[in-house]
């Protein structure tokens, strides 16, 4: 039973340093949004997962792997805002408090990874748990520790996407 723990330990551990390397690249926005999603599935070993992000008022379906939703769209409703205040939490239980119940069923949701940047939710991956078993509670530590990378990664994405708007419109006004 120990070699088993260790290998696991092991093998978290690993995953780790390829999440902090991965997720401390200069990527661009939509790099990381594809990218990072990709990661992330396949890292932690999704069955099915859907990644949405914010735009305008509404949360839109960009990627998604082995559900048959070719589009998809959430309102942002208030108690869908109020996941932000859940910062550094994976959800895995009480879906009906954030989603509405036609999503919950149709994506199956075992857990959902917030993408919060500073205290707005800008995304979220949704998910219908592992391939195979459920998630361990190490499992979900480094799940946790993930998607705290990946918010940081967007954040600062974010951040170098409006300095560089800012810095157009600065050179546009001195022309």
Same mark, same amino acid.
């Given at each position: 039973m120990d070699g088993v723990m260790k290998k696991d330990n092991v093998q978290h551990c690993g995953l !780790? !340093?390829?999440?902090i390397d991965f997720f401390s690249q200069s990527l661009h926005l939509e790099q990381l949004t594809y990218y990072g999603y990709e990661f992330v599935h396949q890292n932690l070993g999704l069955k099915s997962s859907a990644?949405? %992000?914010?735009e305008g008022d509404q949360y %839109?379906?960009? =990627?998604?792997?082995e559900y048959n939703h070719d589009t998809y769209a959430l309102d942002n409703e208030s108690k869908m805002k109020t996941i932000a205040t859940?910062?550094?939490r994976i959800i895995t239980h009480d879906f009906d408090s954030y989603f509405q119940e036609d999503f919950i069923e149709s994506f199956n949701l075992k857990m959902v990874i917030p993408l919060i940047v500073k205290d707005r939710l800008v995304g979220f991956i949704a998910s219908d748990g592992k391939e195979e078993? +459920?998630?361990?509670?190490?499992?979900? =530590? +480094? @799940?946790? @520790?993930?998607m705290q990378l990946m918010n940081t990664a967007y954040g600062n994405a974010l951040n170098f996407s409006e300095l560089e708007v800012k810095n157009y419109e600065t050179r546009q006004k001195n022309i």
């Open positions: !780790l !340093l390829n999440s990644l949405f %992000i914010l %839109i379906l960009k =990627q998604h792997k859940l910062f550094g078993g +459920v998630f361990s509670e190490d499992e979900m =530590q +480094v @799940a946790g @520790a993930m």
